[in-house]
């Protein structure tokens, strides 16, 4: 029965695939067939997984072409949330890439959890800190470019924030 059980789940998996998500600031994306490097995807982007041999994962990501630069793959594109930039070719609203398998996680939280205490962090040392959840993605992209300058972030800072906030949004791609 057990073998049953154990053969069906994997079965399922294979049918379904696996939603994972990016858990480091910044991950290669490697085009399966040359193995080179194309792209890099950011921090809790998901994927879905199609084939994963414990060093390399095969991961199908969709989403958006931006409409000013056809390099850069959105949630959607008003707000603008990135989840890949290409080095050279344009994006396509669904591709597969190749991922380092280590940089995945299931837990969305986990992947998220180093640029929640950035937020946290820097946004609570003059206010109490607004839970994401609070506002609309959009809002959230007035809120924080309005505070970098008190916050005193880069744009690199700023862009993982945003990120951050706009996922856990009343409607970001985050459902708590």
């Not at 294979?14 to 480091?24: N, P, W």
């Not at 290409?86 to 837990?107: C, I």
């Not at 994401?132 to 916050?151: C, G, R, V």
């Amino acid at each position: 029965m057990k073998k049953i059980v154990v053969f069906m789940a994997i079965l399922l998996n294979l049918a379904f695939g696996e939603t994972k998500f990016v858990a480091d600031i910044k991950t290669d994306l490697i085009d399966p067939n040359t193995k080179s490097v194309v792209g890099e995807i950011l921090e809790g982007t998901p994927v879905e997984i199609i084939k994963d041999d414990g060093k390399f994962a095969l991961v199908e990501i969709s989403g958006e072409v931006s409409v000013t630069d056809d390099k850069i793959l959105a949630l959607k594109k008003d707000p603008l949330v990135v989840f890949f930039k290409m080095k050279e070719q344009k994006a396509t609203p669904k591709a597969q890439f190749l991922v380092d398998s280590t940089k995945l996680g299931s837990d969305p939280l986990e992947a998220w959890e180093e640029v929640e205490m950035l937020y946290y962090d820097t946004c609570s040392s003059c206010h109490a800190a607004h839970k994401p959840k609070e506002h609309l993605m959009i809002e959230w992209d007035a809120l924080i470019t309005a505070m970098q300058l008190f916050a005193k972030i880069d744009d690199d800072e700023k862009a993982r924030l945003l990120r951050y906030v706009q996922a856990y949004a009343k409607d970001g791609i985050v459902k708590e």
